[in-house]
């Protein structure tokens, strides 16, 4: 039994030991940090909205390979293509001081990535065959081309829980800007998908569905070209009014001008073969639209890091 000085001793300690144990507490738990920065977000928009060019990029140098045009150029150019996106991917999810990457630490869009990873898994050793090899089967062609729009679908789904985050915090003062680097970086995807889906038409696969994407492909295109320049309402694009980079913008379109024809060509229903010299016109002028637009994508995100353009 107890007595009452005994009591009134364990009434004293308790209170101090609750004490110590909330300041220890308090003391041992993380601070977390505000978020990415505008300017870091601006990067992450970049880069993972790169990553759906990417897998466009690698399944057009494949189709490429197929048809034995500039076979050692493009699988070399498809090894780069293809190490660069896994590199970006692990570098989206731990950071990559290299591509001034910070990790991600949303929990859904860590979800996401696992997705991604998953796809990523069964498409990787698919590419690495086709480098190593060399050479392109039928069957490899049928499995890319069947393969690679799964893995662009998730990554498109990844930019914009990305473009989501940064609307609502690191670039919230102006989310319009969120919405134009992820829309601005599209096209550079847009530009290689087109492509891809232009020489699985030329090769023969699946020519009739390749014929109606090619069409939905480049007029998505051309409309954000010019609602990134104007503006669109149903895309959300408040147009552009720097100087510097309409100026970009306007180079784009000229070269689109040139390029869009032969487009066009392979998604006519009434064209039923794709002559060797329209295949190197497409496969020699989709890249230097890609680098143009990753230009214009460049100055926006300097723009969110409030730099000079």
């Known amino acids: 039994m107890y007595s009452t000085n005994s009591r009134s001793r364990h009434l004293i300690v ?3 030991i609750l004490l110590v144990s909330l300041f220890v ?7 977390f940090a505000d978020g990415p920065t505008a300017a870091e977000y601006g990067v992450v928009l970049n880069l993972s909205g790169k990553q759906r060019m990417l897998t466009q990029k690698m399944s057009k140098e494949i189709v490429l390979i197929a048809m034995g045009h500039e076979t050692a150029a493009n699988v ?3 090894q780069a293509t293809a190490g660069l996106f ?3 991917l692990k570098g989206l999810r731990n950071g990559d001081a290299d591509l001034n990457l910070v990790p991600t630490t949303s929990s859904r869009i860590i979800r996401q990535l696992d997705k991604i990873d998953t796809i990523w898994a069964e498409f990787q050793p698919v590419v690495q065959t086709i480098i190593d090899q060399g050479s392109v089967s039928q069957d490899q062609v049928a499995t890319v081309a069947a393969k690679n729009l799964p893995l662009l679908k998730q990554m498109n789904k990844c930019v914009k829980l990305y ?3 940064a609307s609502k915090s690191g670039m919230s003062s102006d989310p319009g800007l969120a919405v134009t680097i992820n829309l601005s970086g599209k096209q550079r995807m847009l530009t290689q998908k087109m492509s891809k889906e232009f020489f699985l038409i030329a090769y023969g696969h699946d ?21 990134l320049l104007d503006g669109d309402v149903s895309l959300d694009l408040p147009g552009t009014t720097d100087t510097t980079i309409r ?5 784009v379109s000229g070269m689109w001008t040139s390029f869009q024809p032969s487009i066009a060509f392979g998604a006519d229903p009434a064209t039923t073969t794709i002559g060797s010299d329209k295949v190197s016109t497409v496969a020699s002028g989709n890249v230097p639209l890609l680098k143009n ?14 730099g000079a353009l």
Request: charged share 30%; proline share 3%.
């Open 14 to 16: 308790l209170p101090a």
């Open 25 to 31: 507490f308090f003391d041992a738990a993380p601070v």
């Open 76 to 78: 070399k150019n498809l």
């Open 86 to 88: 896994d590199k970006t």
């Open 163 to 165: 473009e989501k985050d």
């Open 207 to 227: 020519v009739e569905n390749n014929k109606l994407n090619l069409q939905e492909t480049y007029t998505l295109f051309d409309r954000t070209l010019k609602g």
């Open 247 to 251: 100026a970009q913008l306007t180079k």
């Open 293 to 306: 637009m990753n230009k214009a994508v460049k100055m926006y995100e300097k723009k969110a890091a409030g």
